[in-house]
């Protein structure tokens, strides 16, 4: 199993859409290195959802429930999209800042490519969100 970190803005698609819709097709992606982790994903693979810019929080565990197929936004086959269903909310969101003060976590994606909106992550940084959320 893999484990990765999308980021979305919440006035866009929040994690309470998600959890209304019951899935959601992860596409409109156009940065290549970000592209290039959708088409690692496999299905069930674990994915945390990150509020950024207003919020700037884990807000939950997703899944990926099918791999990646071609973007249904883009005109282009080379982009692609997954599709994405919730598992369980956070207790309590992990903000930026917690991440940033944990030294476990200096080297995670979110810190070092902080642009980037589709990121793989450790088992044991997985591990570590996971646990400042519960």
């Given at each position: 199993m893999?484990?990765?970190?999308?980021?979305?803005?919440?006035?866009?698609?929040a994690?309470?859409?998600?959890?209304?819709?019951?899935k959601?097709?992860w596409?409109?992606?156009?940065?290549?290195?970000?592209r290039?982790?959708?088409?690692?994903?496999?299905?069930?693979?674990?994915v945390?959802?990150?509020?950024?810019?207003?919020?700037?929080?884990?807000?939950?565990?997703?899944?990926?429930?099918q791999?990646?197929?071609?973007?249904?936004s883009?005109?282009?086959?080379?982009?692609v999209?997954?599709?994405?269903?919730?598992?369980q909310?956070?207790?309590?969101?992990v903000?930026l800042?917690?991440i940033?003060?944990d030294?476990?976590l200096?080297?995670?994606?979110?810190?070092?490519?902080?642009?980037l909106?589709?990121?793989?992550?450790?088992p044991?940084?997985?591990?570590?969100?996971?646990n400042?959320?519960?």
């Amino acid at each position: 199993m893999n484990y990765w970190l999308v980021k979305t803005e919440p006035e866009k698609y929040a994690w309470t859409d998600l959890t209304r819709d019951g899935k959601t097709t992860w596409d409109g992606v156009r940065n290549y290195q970000a592209r290039n982790n959708l088409q690692k994903m496999q299905a069930n693979d674990l994915v945390l959802y990150y509020h950024s810019v207003s919020e700037k929080a884990i807000m939950g565990i997703a899944r990926v429930s099918q791999e990646a197929y071609p973007d249904p936004s883009a005109d282009d086959p080379r982009w692609v999209a997954v599709t994405l269903e919730p598992e369980q909310p956070f207790a309590r969101p992990v903000t930026l800042d917690q991440i940033k003060k944990d030294d476990r976590l200096q080297n995670i994606a979110l810190l070092r490519q902080s642009r980037l909106s589709v990121m793989p992550l450790t088992p044991e940084e997985f591990d570590l969100l996971l646990n400042l959320g519960q």
